[in-house]
């Protein structure tokens, strides 16, 4: 089961940049109904025609929370909301192309709370759940403790493939030689650009330490902030 998960995990994001060029479709309920509109991305998912697992549930555990509120993968009714759609529509394509149903569980607990659902389902080998969504500040430590598979060691995943999180593939990838990955995500994630972070300096502190903001600000604009570099300073 943990490399069907995977390899539903790849399809979701490809089935995303699918959804962006497809035709719009009627919002429903928990059951997606209608027919995928054209598919026009530049991104074809490069997985074998003859793919298909006959029906199939997929459960999916996601945090049900102000936070993070499961519309990467899963909507009800877009109600005429473009992104909501573009979500809603990907989910059509995916269970179409691979002839599958999404089985949604919506967690209502906080992120710590969550987290130990997850690793108490994996320990228990109940088999609750084939994909879970999870925050990337989380997931490496769902990871360490073993709840998830390599994804590099899975059949059809292709890292270098445009549509994944290239920062995150090379960041999070271990082993000597980088060949181990346990969680990722797609280039573009509905939940990071609804709730975008940001790093603020207090620049009367950074006076008093003697340092020229300006110098800072251009480190950022050159791309060279690094944790490494917060550091040094």
Request: aromatic share 12%; with cysteine; proline share 3%.
């Amino acid at each position: 089961m943990k490399k069907f998960l995977a390899l539903l995990l790849a399809v979701l994001f490809v089935a995303a940049a699918f959804a962006a060029c497809s035709k719009p479709q009627n919002g429903g309920g928990g059951t997606a109904t209608g027919t995928p509109g054209d598919e026009t991305s530049p991104y074809p998912d490069s997985l074998p025609e003859s793919l298909k697992f006959d029906g199939a549930d997929i459960r999916i555990a996601h945090p049900d929370h102000a936070e993070m509120s499961g519309e990467d993968i899963f909507v009800e009714d877009p109600g005429g909301d473009i992104i909501k759609q573009a979500v809603y529509d990907a989910r059509l394509i995916v269970e179409d192309r691979l002839d599958v149903h999404y089985d949604v569980y919506l967690l209502p607990q906080g992120r710590n709370v969550y987290s130990e659902v997850i690793v108490n389902s994996y320990a228990s080998n109940d088999n609750a759940y084939d994909l879970v969504a999870e925050a990337g500040g989380y997931a490496c430590t769902t990871a360490s403790r073993g709840a998830y598979a390599d994804l590099k060691a899975t059949k059809y995943l292709d890292f270098t493939k445009s549509y994944w999180n290239q920062s995150y593939v090379e960041n999070f990838s271990v082993g000597e030689n980088n060949e181990h990955l346990y969680w990722a995500s797609g280039d573009i994630a509905v939940s990071y650009l609804k709730r975008l972070g940001c790093m603020l300096c207090n620049t009367v502190v950074a006076a008093n330490f003697g340092i020229d903001v300006s110098e800072l600000e251009q480190l950022v604009i050159d791309g060279k902030w690094t944790a490494e570099t917060m550091k040094e300073y």
